[in-house]
């Protein structure tokens, strides 16, 4: 069937999974699945533990998975996130209706009970914790009858969105750099061809500015909007200086619903709306200009990136989640649906 959650071709707000309600629970998906909530629960278990939270809490997390004193109550930690994980696909597939989210038609609801795979991905899967975790989410979603659906890891997950960029620029057959701008991080790419095959080219990520949501006046969130914009150019200026790849095409994963180059009123960086009905115009006209060449700019909602970042020769039946700041929904398509591999190299570290 159609998927009812697109319209000419890009994804509509409905589909998001943050509002979701969980089965039996009081709380929604992201709630309970955010790297807010998790990175909590989790740095909870690293005081009781006496190791120092303040750092990157899944390199920590980590030595915890491989100690052998301390690996046992890792991995319960583990698997209770697998566990709220699983109840969301759960809840998609066997748990839904109109007295889950009243938003959704039969047919939407419909199209999630046919979804017999996922992909999971995000930051909060990388590393040891996303193997363990998406291992629990199998067993448990056995144990609730959903023995016959498939659940996998993406390949660097938490790059998906820049792959799924570098699938985009491929379909052209272009190099390009790429980007994928998030509430928490900006992570930077450049794609090329060397003998004869892509690679990615993966750049330190930098902090995201400027993306919160709220403001208590509109001209405070408009001068939020040319801060964030100018945010937003430096990044590409810098990843294009790193990079050295001179390329005229820039892919732009957004954390943000987009349709036709304009973004959606909704997310931190729904304010870019202000500064233009199509922003991949004013983005584009800021970087010809910051770096003297004429530049191509396609912006992408970033569950849609990561669904093509991962998609598969099961991509009909299959949904991607991702798991960050907040839960990205996507579906892979038809126009990706041709051989791509890509080889990933971290520059910049």
Known sequence: MDNPFLKNGYLLQ?????????????????????????????????????????GDWRVAFARCLDDPARAGGARAVAEAIADDIADILW?????????????????????WRGVDSFCLAGGLLSGRLGEIVVDRVRLACAGRGLGGARVRLAPHPGLV???????????????????????????????????????????QAIPAQWTQWTFPSDAEERQAAA????????????????????????????????QDGCVVERG??????????????????????RLGRPVTVHLLHDGTAGA?????????HEAFIGFGTSLSVGFPCAQMDFPFACAVVQDGR
């Open 227 to 258: 801060e964030l914009h100018d945010h937003m150019v430096q990044a590409l200026v810098d990843l294009d200086r790193q990079s050295g790849a001179a390329c005229r095409t820039v892919i732009a994963s957004v954390a943000n619903y987009v």
């Open 308 to 316: 093509y970042g991962v998609q598969d020769a099961h991509w009909r």
């Open 268 to 289: 931190g960086y729904g304010k870019l709306r202000l500064l233009g009905a199509r922003y991949d115009h004013v983005l584009r006209d800021a970087l010809s200009e």
């Open 14 to 54: 409905k589909a998001s999974l943050n509002l979701l309600p969980l089965s039996g629970a009081a709380d929604t998906a992201k709630a309970r699945c955010s790297s807010e909530t998790v990175g909590r629960k989790v740095c909870a278990f690293l005081r009781a533990q006496g190791e120092h939270a303040d």
């Open 91 to 111: 809840t998609l597939r066997r748990g839904g209706g109109p007295a889950v989210r009243p938003d959704w038609t039969a047919a939407q609801w419909e199209y």
């Open 161 to 203: 969105s820049l792959l799924g960029a570098a699938r985009y620029a491929a379909r052209r057959e272009t190099e390009a750099l790429v980007v994928d701008f998030g509430h928490s991080y900006i992570k930077r790419g450049a794609l090329r061809r060397e003998a004869g095959r892509p690679v990615l080219h993966v750049q």
